[in-house]
């Protein structure tokens, strides 16, 4: 009565009332859920899932949705019983890489009722005796593989969600060419229902086979010597990138990065991106941060794609093509780095329209020509300058002395 008296308050007051109520399921079906989820299940008028998770819940005597191969396709279903009993079954905690942040979209959270389960990362957790606060916690399933790259620190754990049965296999893979082969490998497949399993193997020895599609792997990284580690200040050492020279050395991109200052969630324009290394450490400075390369040559677009895989940073997007005809329809960014083609026709202009108000941009030269463009538009917008002056040791002959690198003049500007 308590929940029919709040509805009728919210419909009274032009509200709309709790109508969609989200399940977390395990693979123990029914019999893992609580009074209100089975009263929520049972009394729906369309209960909409994936076709295990309508096995699982089986029999049911109302309507059924099963998920279409594009869930957002189901959506307009879904809200066409607006005010009705909707009951959405999702896996576990439906907020955590779940069905519920896509419904969020179309859906308020005022108008739904959550019901979760444990996560396959609680599960897996509980499994293995991990401080689930302490694992780094990935999904791999839709992703792509080398977006764990990043997590692979030595000494982590790491809780990765599936894509199939095929992806702990390539993971013991990817740890063995990186130097981690001695990393424990742990497969946890179908986690909390009576096909539950969890077997265990070390990456270069790894033979595991017949897997579950329904699996959780947890990694325990151990790094032997040289083993291959992004570390975890910017700045890369140039041999992490592949490049026929075209590169933002180390010691510059380290001061770039800190001039275009990236926070979470950001966007980056990286016009005439070269190798690709500033918008690649763009990214790994935060998962949630996205790089548009942009990138005329077929050959250096090419290394860009690689050089992002490799990284760990598949949010970095290529677009062939010429700037500024290429910068056309991207999202608009919060910063802007210009490594080349400052000086052409309508790249600067192109580029501070589609800024944000409160973007950077950060703007590299080595020419005298680049040098007076950078001191036209300081004279016209601001901002700050300096000079970058780098020299490294060299052999000469038996002997070593300092060969300078070609001093850099960076400009960094923020828009109004």
């Known amino acids: 009565m308590a929940d029919l008296s709040r509805n009728e308050t919210a419909l009274s007051s032009g509200e709309t009332a709790p109508w969609l109520t989200i399940v977390g399921l395990g693979e123990d079906g029914r019999a893992g859920l609580s009074a209100a989820a089975l009263k929520a299940l049972d009394e729906a008028e369309l209960v909409v899932g994936g076709i295990r998770h309508l096995a699982l819940v089986a029999p049911l005597a109302r309507e059924t949705l ?22 959405v079954l999702a896996s576990g905690d439906p907020f955590h890489y779940g069905v519920g942040v896509q419904l969020t979209a179309h859906v308020p959270a005022a108008e739904m009722r959550v019901l979760p389960q444990p996560s396959a990362f609680s599960l897996a957790a509980g499994r293995l005796g991990w401080a689930q606060q302490d694992c780094a916690l990935v999904s791999l399933h839709g992703r792509p593989l080398e977006r764990i790259v990043p997590y692979l620190q030595p000494g982590a754990r790491i809780l990765a969600l599936s894509w199939d049965g ?15 082969g001695a ?15 969890v077997r265990r193997g070390i990456a270069r020895d790894f033979v595991l086979d017949d897997i579950d599609p329904l699996n959780t792997i947890g990694i ?44 979470r969630g950001q966007v980056l324009w990286d016009i005439g ?48 093509g010429e700037a500024p005809a290429a910068l056309a329809g991207l999202a608009a ?41 950078l001191a036209a538009l300081f004279a016209t ?36």
């Open 273 to 320: 991106a070269g190798s690709g290394s500033i918008a690649i450490e763009w990214c790994l400075r935060h998962q949630a941060n996205r790089a548009f390369a942009i990138e005329p040559r077929p050959d250096r677009a090419a290394r860009i794609e690689a050089n992002a895989l490799d990284l760990g940073a598949p949010e970095v997007t290529l677009v062939r």
């Open 381 to 416: 917008h601001g901002g700050t300058m300096r000079r970058i002056a780098v020299a490294r040791l060299d052999a000469i002959g038996g002997l070593h002395g300092w060969r300078a690198a070609m001093p850099v003049t960076q400009w960094r500007v923020q828009k109004p």
């Open 66 to 87: 099963a998920w279409p191969s594009s869930i957002q396709e189901a959506f307009p279903a879904i809200l066409a019983r607006r005010g009705g009993r909707v009951c």
């Open 183 to 197: 990393s424990e490998i742990v497969v946890l497949e179908a986690l909390g229902g009576p096909r539950e399993r």
């Open 333 to 373: 960014p919060d910063a802007v780095f210009i490594g080349g083609g400052i000086g052409d026709a309508g790249v600067f202009e192109t580029a501070w329209a589609g800024l944000k108000s409160g973007g950077l941009l950060v703007a590299n030269v080595v020419t005298l020509e680049g040098e007076a463009r």
């Open 220 to 263: 325990d990284v151990v790094a032997g010597p040289g083993a291959r580690t992004l570390p975890l200040t910017p700045g890369l050492d140039d041999d992490w990138f592949s490049s026929d020279g075209q590169l933002t050395k180390a010691e510059i991109r380290a001061v770039t990065l800190s001039a275009l200052s990236p926070r």
């Open 166 to 180: 095929s992806t702990p296999a390539k993971l013991a893979a990817l740890l063995g060419e990186r130097g981690l």
